[in-house]
Nanobody, 122 residues
Framework: QVQLVESGGGLVQPGGSLRLSCAAS????????MGWYRQAPGKQRELVAV???????TYADIVKGRFIASRDNAKNTMYLEMASLKPEDTAVYLC????????????????WGQGTQVTVSS
């Protein structure tokens, strides 16, 4: 099976920075696009950033210029560098990945992590 595990969340003051990680493990043959999403209490889940296998990134307008997504394909790990954090960035951050599993379907399936809490508050 495949697991996605996020880490790096926590409490940070407005204007501060955090670095999130998402590590994929299991019988992985290939990972295509990976993405960061977030969900605040009472709100719908929203896309934060997507990064392709080649490293091409797309960001939500609300985080452009503040967040940077990257990945290490050799480690099956994706990162999110967050700077100039605002209270409205407070949410559970989840990672998502399209993965082909060894011994499974030859098509990419979507997997989700459990999320890591980011709280921006003074």
């Amino acid at each position: 099976q495949v697991q996605l595990v996020e880490s790096g969340g926590g409490l940070v003051q407005p204007g501060g920075s955090l670095r999130l990680s998402c590590a994929a493990s299991g019988s992985i043959l290939s990972i295509n696009a990976m993405g960061w999403y977030r969900q605040a209490p009472g709100k719908q889940r929203e896309l934060v950033a997507v990064i392709t296998r080649s490293g091409r990134t797309t960001y939500a307008d609300i985080v452009k210029g503040r967040f940077i997504a990257s990945r290490d394909n050799a480690k099956n790990t994706m990162y999110l560098e967050m700077a100039s954090l605002k209270p409205e960035d407070t949410a559970v951050y989840l990672c998502n990945a399209a993965i082909i599993v060894s011994g499974g379907s030859r098509y990419y399936n979507e997997y989700w992590g459990q999320g890591t809490q980011v709280t921006v508050s003074s």
